[in-house]
């Protein structure tokens, strides 16, 4: 999922290394560490996301209890009657609330999505399919375009959710250390570039089928028939993908290797360095798997474009429609079979796949690890069901929505505020779709009856849900790169690593934000049939 889906533990972590004197390089970096502290420890006093979610339900029958005993409404955006909103703490909201239960956590829209298409994804993973992919992107590039290459493998790495953590970090360090270059560079660029740019990808990634899920049901506040896909900010991803990348290099040659060449020699080498180099090589068993699977590829994709060539195709839409056939629908489902497909093949050559039976017995494995997303996802969907019944959500979008028309807010100025709450809410509350699941009931309707698409609202969460990733010190994977920065610099604290991330943390999210803005601009297609505006 996302970086910030890591589970948190309250109070301080018994595994975070002391801050050490020598970090404190400036009096700017130690009043940094200062406000890292301070979040941490507000942070750290949050429940965990299943139980804030139970603890807005309370507060959200009280509220509408208030609500409705004052008889507060709004007009209805789809021309019906007003919206009035309802009591949860009534008998009918009591009923619904248990009667309901079931049926909200069953057509949670997410939910279908994200299970078809971690199937997929968990036979590519255990195949070791994604890890060979990560390793042959850093394996044999120049020195001179090594931070690129690690920088754009972190965006491909996404496919992989949390697992690009644990194998692309390291093989970071090692990959820069191989041209002759330092290893805390390689673990920096690779660490900036999958946390900070986590909802920015070439390709299609779990994260897209739960946001996609979430903007949908916001949406339905507005128009019950409006439908967002995983698609649906894949034009956006892949050019913020390809501008973050090359935004990391900048400020990586410029200043962070500048930074890192400064640093004082340590009075001996850390003994234990990580893997061999030889980690970074390619069986002839796992090349000979990527070949296949690259073949398996393009005649997947060849097949899906010859059948979707005649007008009458099945795959097409209605009219012949492209943009509303069956396999933009239905992504999830095209995705799922790809990834298992791919990983069957290469499994097959590379001898981690020994028959049939080991394909169920991935996905399995795979359903396992989401067991913790799907404990949440009960709780969230409670909420956001009686969020839509007691007619809270729709009710604060219409008000909030003509209190910017009142104000002369447009849409632009309005980016600019969502962009700041979402990214300072991002510092502390450490589950990305949690957050978005909290904040889109809200901002999703709400700009839609400012003329503003939900895809586009989801593409600036997805800015906001990013940026700060690689400097608040409550996400788990923080600490990890900090573990894996010590192999090679035992003196590293919190600091080193926070002055590290942090110009590659506000260069990337100023350059984010000044590409959506060009994006809207220009009235650039989000992704397959979304417009911007």
């Excluded at 798997?289 to 005649?299: K, Y």
Aim: hydrophobic share 50%; aromatic share 8%.
């Amino acid at each position: 999922m996302s970086p910030n889906d890591a589970p948190t533990t309250p109070g301080h972590s018994p595994h975070r290394p002391p801050t050490r004197p020598g970090d404190d390089t400036s009096a700017a970096l130690a009043g940094l560490l200062r406000l890292l502290g301070a979040i941490e420890r507000a942070g750290n006093k949050l429940p965990h996301p299943f139980w804030l979610f139970g603890i807005l339900s309370v507060l959200l029958a009280l509220v509408s209890w208030a609500l409705a005993a004052a008889d507060v409404s709004a007009p209805d955006p789809a021309g019906g009657k007003d919206v009035v909103v309802r009591s949860l703490v009534s008998v009918d909201g009591v009923r619904s609330m248990i009667t309901d239960a079931v049926t909200n956590y069953a057509t949670f829209p997410p939910l279908g999505t994200i299970l078809v298409v971690m199937l997929g994804v968990a036979v590519a993973d255990r195949s070791g399919l994604l890890t060979a992919m990560l390793r042959a992107g850093v394996g044999k590039v120049p020195a001179r375009w090594m931070t690129f290459a690690v920088a754009f493998t972190a965006m491909v790495s996404h496919i992989a959710s949390d697992a690009a953590y644990v194998v692309l970090v390291p093989l970071g360090g090692l990959a820069f250390r191989a041209v002759g270059r330092s290893p805390i560079l390689g673990i920096v660029v690779a660490y900036v570039g999958v946390s900070a740019g986590y909802d920015a990808s070439p390709l299609i990634t779990p994260m897209d089928a739960v946001l996609s899920g979430l903007t949908t049901a916001a949406a339905h506040t507005v128009d019950a028939g409006y439908s967002v896909t995983p698609l649906s900010n894949y034009f956006f991803s892949l050019g913020s993908s390809v501008v973050l990348a090359a935004v990391i290099t900048f400020v990586t040659e410029k200043v962070l290797a500048k930074r890192v060449a400064a640093l004082p020699p340590e009075a001996e080498e850390p003994e234990d360095e990580g893997p061999g180099l030889g980690e970074l090589e390619l069986r002839p068993e796992e090349r000979r798997g990527l070949r296949r699977a690259g073949a398996t590829l393009l005649l997947f994709l060849g097949v899906i474009v010859a059948a979707m060539i005649p007008a009458g195709s099945p795959l097409r839409g209605e009219g012949g429609s492209i943009v509303e056939s069956p396999v933009l629908s239905g992504i999830a489902v095209v995705l799922g079979v790809l990834f298992a497909l791919l990983g069957a093949v290469y499994g097959r050559a590379a001898g981690t796949v020994g028959n049939g039976r080991d394909i169920p017995d991935f996905m399995a494995q795979g359903m396992r690890e989401m067991a913790p997303i799907l404990v949440l996802f009960f709780a969230i969907s409670q909420f956001l069901a009686y969020f839509k019944w007691t007619g809270v959500g729709q009710v604060l979008a219409v008000r909030g929505a003509d209190l910017l028309k009142d104000l002369g807010v447009t849409g632009p100025v309005a980016f600019l505020g969502i962009l700041v709450v979402c990214t300072v809410i991002n510092l502390v509350m450490t589950s990305g779709s949690a957050m978005w699941a909290l904040v889109a009931p809200v901002f999703v309707p709400m700009l839609m009856l400012l003329d503003v698409p939900p895809e586009a609202t989801q593409a600036l969460y997805r800015i906001a849900d990013s940026c700060t990733n690689a400097i608040t010190p409550m996400s788990a994977y923080f600490i990890m790169a900090l573990g894996f920065l010590q192999r090679y610099r035992r003196s590293a604290g919190i600091g080193t690593l926070a002055s590290l991330t942090l110009p590659l943390s506000v260069a990337m999210l100023v350059a984010w934000t000044l590409l959506f803005y060009a994006w809207w601009a220009l009235g650039i297609p989000l992704g397959p049939g979304a417009p911007v505006r």
